[in-house]
């Protein structure tokens, strides 16, 4: 079995780039941005259609100025390749701002601020991902697009993890922390300590 020290070293190459010296683009809204999200009308609906339609699935991330936790996700897990490149290949990503005045056209037609969406949404931390698999498409609420929610930071693992489990529709299958718990005994029977990913 692989140390931490062994996997730190022999593995980095294979599992991504290390934090080392990246920082992610800050807008104007004070957000950190990725060039790969999205600039779309807002209107969720036709987005998740759009996405089904190219054979993805959509992302909402909500965030907001000044958080720590948005930042860690923009500069840790999203540096990360293996990451950044799951989602470039699987996902349509939208930002939202927390407290954010654009409006929103919601799943079921009423338009919104941004802040007033994420009450209705229940979104109280951010960063906030919320996983919508494009079989959801036609969906007349948020309750029915969304397959899985993050509320808060997850280390690049569980992050990845939770795309995945959205993207092979596994949550129709099993919960997501049995998901999780076979997923580390397929790593750990490999040798690899998934604490250290």
Known sequence: MLTR???????????????????????????HKQPWFLDTFLELGDDLAAAADNGRHLMILYEQNG??????????????????????????VIQLDMFGAREVLDFDGQALEERDLAA?????????TILMHNSNAGAVSV?????????????????????EFVAEKKFEEQTFQRY??????????????????
């Open 67 to 92: 958080c720590p936790y948005c930042r860690e996700l923009h500069e840790v897990n999203f540096a990360r390749s293996e990451l950044s490149d799951y989602i470039k290949a699987h996902y349509d």
């Open 5 to 31: 020290r062994q996997f730190t070293f022999a593995g980095a190459a294979a599992f991504g780039a290390a934090r080392t010296g990246f920082a992610a683009e800050v807008g104007d809204d004070g957000l």
């Open 180 to 197: 999780l718990q076979d997923k580390f005994a397929e790593l750990e029977a490999q040798g690899i300590d998934p604490d250290v990913w």
């Open 143 to 163: 309750s029915e697009a969304q397959s899985f929610r993050m509320p808060g930071y997850l280390k690049p693992f569980h992050y990845l993890s939770s795309l």
């Open 120 to 128: 209705k949404w229940g979104v109280n931390f951010t960063p906030t």
